[in-house]
């Protein structure tokens, strides 16, 4: 049976359990908050991004989760610059153009703030620039691929959260917690 932690990753986090590259390095990495041997990152998580990360045992389901061909879902809540207007949702419903090409139609919708946990440090607020919710689902995982997308339509990304991983969401985790489940 596979192992299967799903991790809230904080902002500021690195997405993997070491910080090659930097001796001495004081950014906070995976290993400062899940200590299982043997799970590794299925997909992965920009440090100034947060929410939900998915570590397994499971080469296969590492695969299936991180490989674009497989289109597997990933929901995020973006906090963005501006009042989203209908054609900005309706642009990033079709498939933007970003510089490596057109990107895959997706689900867009704005919504309502989600009341999440502050985020340290917060975001910067202009008082002369409303910001406002969306929530995307896209189907494919090229670099920072949410927000170049929804800076191609005029809303830069203040605040990028993953919701969810195909059938796995970030219910009942504070950032920094984790659980294991059914694999």
């Not at 299936?64 to 900005?88: C, N, T």
Request: proline letters at 8%; glycine letters at 10%; hydrophobic letters at 35%.
């Amino acid at each position: 049976m596979s192992r299967i932690i799903l991790f809230n990753k904080p902002y500021g986090v690195l997405p993997q359990f070491t910080d090659k590259g930097t001796e001495g390095s004081p950014r906070p990495t995976l290993s400062q908050f899940v200590d299982v041997p043997g799970v590794y990152p299925a997909g992965r998580l920009d440090m100034d991004s947060e929410g939900l990360m998915l570590l397994t045992d499971d080469g296969r389901l590492q695969a299936r989760i991180s490989d674009p061909k497989y289109k597997m879902a990933k929901s995020y809540l973006v906090q963005v610059e501006g009042d989203v207007a209908d054609d900005a949702l309706v642009r990033l419903r079709r498939g933007v153009s970003l510089k490596d090409g057109l990107t895959l139609p997706c689900e867009a919708e704005r919504i309502a703030d989600p009341m999440l946990w502050p985020r340290d440090p917060p975001i910067r607020v202009r008082q002369s620039i409303p910001d406002g919710w969306i929530e995307l689902t896209i189907r494919e995982g090229r670099n920072r691929q949410v927000r170049r997308m929804t800076a191609a339509v005029g809303h830069p990304t203040l605040r990028l959260v993953r919701r969810a991983i195909g059938e796995w969401t970030l219910d009942g985790l504070a950032p920094g917690m984790w659980r294991e489940v059914e694999g």
